[in-house]
């Protein structure tokens, strides 16, 4: 079965970074991208990074030009995440999203990081 497994997230000083992966596994279909959400308290869930399968990148205003959102390889996703203020502060998940027509997407079960001095 499709299991999403997340490392690096944790406690920073603003102004610091975190590096958060995304590993996953029991893929047998198409991937047509995958990224990362966060939540957090009195906020709607926001979409902070996309990478699609050829590659191609999308940011949320909020975090554009202080996060990178990479893959390793076809499963792995990372998020740099750079230069973090304590609006950063939420839960992040990561997730998949499985190819036309067959649609389907798988989240991770999410980890908390907190800016806070």
């Known amino acids: 079965q499709v299991q999403l497994v997340e490392s690096g997230g944790g406690l920073v000083q603003p102004g610091g970074s975190l590096r958060l992966s995304c590993a996953a596994s029991g893929i047998t279909f198409s991937i047509a991208a995958m990224g990362w959400h966060r939540q957090a308290p009195g906020k709607q869930r926001e979409v902070v990074a996309q990478i699609t399968r050829t590659g191609n990148t999308n940011y949320a205003d909020s975090v554009k030009g202080r996060f990178t959102i990479s893959r390793d390889n076809a499963y792995t996703v990372a998020l740099q995440m750079n230069s973090l203020e304590p609006g950063d502060t939420a839960v992040y998940y990561c997730?998949?999203?499985?190819?036309?027509?067959?649609?389907?997407?798988?989240w991770g079960q999410g980890t908390q990081v907190t800016v806070s001095s």
């Open positions: 997730y998949l999203e499985r190819s036309w027509p067959n649609r389907a997407t798988y």
